[in-house]
């Protein structure tokens, strides 16, 4: 069986677990698929070998704690430490697979943005090749470190009670950041590399090309899942 | 993690390599046998760590069948590098076993 098909067998055996025992293995399973390093397979496998034991410990009247332990997050860490990490090879191509996708979708949303200043006032559609680059690697430099920000406060979340005021503002504050951070940055970057002349509409051809092959692509490889 | 927690853990791999050279089991099967066995302070979840460890050493092998009750579970048998570690730990024990106990037990043979 390979990982989706696991998780999806996870999902339609999780139901047996009774309220209790699910939320204990619903925190650990969180925990363990939100650490990134691991390989996605051998992490399935494991958390339906746990799942099914509970089952089993279940029917005997036992809860989630008596079997794993009161402290999930020292249980998992030690467990985490054991799994196979994920090949280096595939991590690479997933997160290039990912780029690619949020580089074709800046080239449509700035190829809009382009054509509707186009329209209203005549400014000079010339692209600095070097600037691009550069601005696209600010925004996925933001992008990545809100994401791995993200799944470590979901991780936490597991094993400690959270300050919902608290999380909402920092939350805000995040945004908010990187917002300013991609939008301002790249306004500081001066105008360098090899100049072309583009309409906004080669950028949001470009783009929309790019994307379609891209989900064409993960529809029949499954790249993404 | 503390000497005496991995004194214990040294141990119940070699427990656990030993019931899996009889019979490959899977995991709830497993922590049911040690149990049996006696070893009743051993809480259940605390195999799935060894498990992981024993499997990252290939010193055994997990394989997805089909069991007797009828769901996929995960089957661990012994590789052959689990088959000698198993032998030394085996020899290890004879020798430290006498001396151990009658170190540990002095009191209880001194009364007599």
């Known amino acids: 069986m390979n990982a989706k098909e696991l998780i999806k067998l996870n999902n339609k055996k999780r139901k047996e677990l009774t309220k209790d ?13 939100t650490s990134v390093s691991v390989s996605e397979q051998q992490a399935e496998e494991l ?29 998992c860490d030690e467990m985490i430490k054991q799994l196979p990490k994920e090949p280096l090879k595939s991590t690479a191509f997933f997160i290039s697979f990912l780029l690619l996708q949020l580089a074709s979708l800046m080239a449509i949303v700035s190829g809009i943005g382009n054509i509707v200043v186009h329209y209203v006032k005549d400014s000079s559609q010339t692209v600095y090749i070097g600037t691009a680059i550069v601005t696209f690697v600010i925004v996925a430099a933001i992008i990545s470190l809100d994401v791995f920000l993200l799944l470590k406060w979901i991780q936490k979340s597991v094993y400690k009670i959270s300050n919902k005021i608290k999380d909402f503002f920092l939350l805000f504050v995040l945004i908010f950041i990187s917002l300013a951070g991609m939008v301002f940055l790249p306004k500081l970057i001066p105008p360098f590399g090899y100049v072309i002349e583009v309409g906004g ?7 929309a090309v790019t994307l379609i092959v891209l989900r064409w692509l993960n529809s029949k490889y499954q790249i993404t899942k | 993690m503390s000497l005496r927690s991995q ?9 656990i390599l030993s019931i899996i050279q009889k019979e490959t089991v ?37 394989e997805m ?17 689990g088959e000698s570690a198993l032998c ?17 037990n002095r009191s209880f043979y001194d009364e007599r």
């Open chain 2, 26 to 62: 899977y995991g709830y099967e497993l922590s049911q046998k040690l149990q049996q066995y006696g070893l009743n302070d051993v809480s259940e979840g605390s195999i799935y760590p060894i498990l992981l460890r024993l499997q990252k050493e290939g010193l055994i092998k997990g």
């Open chain 2, 7 to 15: 004194l214990l853990k040294g141990i119940l791999e070699g427990c």
């Open chain 2, 65 to 81: 069948k089909a069991s007797p009750s009828g769901p996929k579970r995960k089957y661990y048998h012994l590789t052959a590098s």
């Open chain 1, 21 to 33: 025992n699910e939320e204990y293995y619903d925190n650990m399973l969180v925990y363990i698929r």
């Open chain 1, 201 to 207: 509409f080669l950028y949001l051809a470009t783009g």
């Open chain 1, 47 to 75: 958390l339906m070998e746990l799942l099914d034991h509970l089952i089993d410990a279940q029917a005997e009247g036992k809860r989630a704690e008596e079997v794993f332990g009161e402290n999930l997050k020292t249980y």
């Open chain 2, 88 to 104: 030394e730990i085996q020899e290890e024990w004879i020798n430290i076993q006498n001396p151990v106990d009658k170190l540990l």
